[in-house]
T-cell receptor
């Protein structure tokens, strides 16, 4: 595997379910991010991890719970979601040292909440 | 904080014609600028970036962009588009000189549709 991978690619869940999204980066980066992409809205930054520590939480509801067990893996745990949480969830990674500031994105998980 | 405005939500253009996608940013500090492309059912892919140096930057797939500090713009151009360029294009900005994780602020995107 190369780059940033995300599983599953598609997920349909009911409002009472609990599920998790997984992201893995194979680039040796030290920062990871979760974004939410909804139709006709800018990308919304949800969480930022640097060296496995959460450095930003952009007022995300507690029904979204991130976890970063090591620098290569990032999870987003989901429970009691709402229909408006249906969106494409994108994971990204970066290496902010050494002059590299761009983020590398995974293909996303298309989440539908019914 | 930084912000980005992409003035055109949709840009239709005929195949082999030139195209310009507009991006303006707002920031009180020095910035780095990026253009990303998103094809259907995929994540975002970096097209090009401006960190410093020459204001004209060249990227993948024949795209280029020019950083204009006085006009706070970073417009994306391609002299001749192909059908395969049909996609969503995002401009992004971040504060320069950060260490650790850096937040990218994205525009709302421009849908480029290339017409045969």
């Amino acid at each position: 595997e190369t780059g940033v991978t995300q599983t599953p690619r598609h997920l349909v869940m009911g409002m009472t379910n609990k599920k998790s999204l997984k992201c893995e980066q194979h680039l040796g980066h030290n920062a990871m991010y979760w974004y939410k992409q909804s139709a006709k809205k800018p990308l919304e930054l949800m969480f930022v991890y640097s060296l496995e520590e959460r450095v930003e939480n952009n007022s995300v509801p507690s029904r979204f719970s991130p976890e970063c067990p090591n620098s290569s893996h990032l999870f987003l745990h989901l429970h009691t979601l709402q229909p408006e949480d249906s969106a494409l969830y994108l994971c990204a990674s970066s290496q902010a040292w050494q002059g590299m500031y761009e983020q590398y994105f995974g293909p996303g998980t298309r989440l539908t909440v019914t | 904080a930084q912000s980005v405005t992409q003035l055109d939500s949709q840009v239709p253009v005929f195949e082999e014609a030139p195209v310009e996608l507009r991006c303006n940013y707002s920031s009180s500090v020095s910035v780095y600028l990026f253009w990303y492309v998103q094809y259907p059912n995929q994540g975002l892919q970096l097209l090009l970036k401006y960190l410093s140096g020459s204001t004209l930057v060249k990227g993948i797939n024949g795209f280029e962009a020019e950083f204009n500090k006085s006009q706070t713009s970073f417009h994306l151009r391609k002299p001749s588009v192909h059908i395969s360029d049909t996609a969503e294009y995002f401009c992004a900005v971040t504060r320069s000189g950060q260490t650790g994780a850096n937040n990218l602020f994205f525009g709302t995107g421009t849908r480029l549709t290339v017409i045969p």
